[in-house]
């Protein structure tokens, strides 16, 4: 087991010190990060595109047209939702893999600490993403239930408590199951506090997304102006089929999904280091 004690990150943090220390990771970090994220989320593109939902995009003028290709899409849907899991499963194993070893080891080789973590947490890790979406999914579903307000809290809530789950498959080496039951008992070690950083963070990644998903529609501004000067008419320039946007979409969101993922598995790796320590300082304390 990893030894957690000698990591940099196991030490007292508060809020604002849990967003430095993820973006301070970022940027020392962030080749290994933004290439292995590139790959995965590329290939996860790269199954929407050949199974057909990039065409849907085409038909937005013809709402009827789109539903009935989307219902034809539905076997495909079920494919593309499994290879999804697994890959961005096997992403995450990964990065949380990298940031906890590669802090502890210099040395560790790269492709090393991925096979292991396949190995070793893959399927533990996967099976922990699909809980966890469902226990989002239905605490919202209930929130919904006892008015809008209660479906918002409910997942500020779960979403919070498992946020460091992911971390937590990799550095006790627990199961699915376990690691959901653990991340429970170890966000309620420092609640409020974990709730701050996890409503920051998700704040300042949505100000991310934004600047970023606006940066990357800059070609298709640029191709949205010259279909306008060609056929004068603002309109038409509207009309997606006209513009090749099949592997350009596929590289663009690959780009955008690889600058963003990394720092969600940063997050939960250092959310995870400060409710543990806070967790074994209280141990100490009450003995």
Do not use: C
């Not at 096997?90 to 906890?100: A, E, H, P």
């Not at 008419?233 to 009309?239: P, R």
């Not at 780009?255 to 939960?268: D, E, K, N, R, T």
């Amino acid at each position: 087991m990893i030894d957690l004690k000698q990591h940099s990150l196991y030490k007292s943090m508060e809020v604002d010190s849990v967003i430095s220390a993820v973006f301070n990771i970022y940027l020392k970090k962030f080749i290994n990060l933004f290439i292995f994220s590139f790959v995965a989320v590329f290939i996860i593109q790269l199954l929407a595109y050949n199974l057909g939902f990039f065409e849907i995009y085409a038909m937005s003028e013809n709402p009827e047209m789109m539903m009935r290709e989307f219902s034809g899409l539905m076997g495909k849907v079920g494919i593309y939702s499994i290879g999804a899991v697994i890959i961005y499963g096997i992403l995450n194993v990964f990065l949380v893999s990298y940031l906890l070893k590669s802090d502890l080891d210099p040395k560790a080789q790269v492709g090393d600490i991925f096979m292991e973590s396949i190995r070793k947490y893959g399927i533990h890790m996967i099976f922990f993403l699909i809980i966890s979406v469902l226990i989002v999914f239905f605490g919202a579903l209930l929130g919904i239930i006892a008015f809008i307000i209660g479906s918002f809290i409910a997942v500020i809530y779960l979403g919070t408590v498992l946020f460091p789950g992911g971390t937590i498959v990799v550095a006790e080496e627990k199961n699915a199951l376990e690691a959901v039951g653990r991340a429970f008992t170890l966000a309620h070690k420092d609640f409020w506090s974990a709730l701050g950083s996890a409503v920051l963070f998700i704040l300042i990644m949505i100000l991310i997304s934004i600047v970023v998903a606006a940066i990357m529609s800059i070609p298709f501004v640029i191709m949205f102006f010259d279909q306008w000067n060609e056929t004068g008419n603002m309109f038409e320039a509207f009309k997606l089929q006209k513009y090749d946007i099949g592997m350009w979409a596929v590289v663009l969101n690959s780009l955008v999904s690889a600058l963003i993922y990394p720092l969600y598995a940063i997050f939960s790796v250092v959310l995870y280091f400060k409710l543990k320590f806070t967790e074994d300082n209280k141990t100490v304390i009450t003995e």
